[in-house]
């Protein structure tokens, strides 16, 4: 099993910019991809963006296309969301979590071993 700790949110003004990163540990592999979905209260929980092992094939949700961009070091087994031009309703607790199969899916129920989140609030 993988274990995954994200890093890196915090509180910024609309139009700023955070980068969130997902670091693994335990039966650690570079051959997953990762995904982040993210929480905002009492909303449930929606994917973000995802990335396959290679790091050459990336999806995003509609709401985050042209501001956010995922990527990885698999030497580092760290994957990383930039996130540019934030906006109010990004706020969210921000999870990663890992597929097995590969899957980069726009679908949260693709990914497992979520980590305990970070939080991200963007004020107005």
């Known amino acids: 099993q993988v274990q995954l700790v994200e890093s890196g949110g915090g509180l910024v003004q609309a139009g700023g910019s955070l980068r969130l990163s997902c670091a693994a540990s335990g039966r650690t592999s570079r051959y997953y991809a990762v995904g982040w979905s993210r929480q905002a209260p009492g909303k449930e929980r929606e994917f973000v963006a995802a990335i396959d092992w290679t790091g050459s094939s990336t999806n995003y949700a509609d709401s985050v296309k042209g501001r956010f961009t995922i990527s990885r070091d698999n030497a580092k087994l760290t994957v990383y969301l930039q996130m540019n031009s934030l906006k109010p309703e990004d706020t969210a607790v921000y999870y990663c979590?890992?597929?097995?199969?590969?899957?980069?899916?726009?679908?949260?129920?693709?990914?497992?071993?979520w980590g305990q989140g970070t939080q991200v609030t963007v004020s107005s």
């Open positions: 979590g890992i597929s097995y199969r590969n899957l980069i899916r726009a679908d949260v129920e693709d990914f497992t071993d």
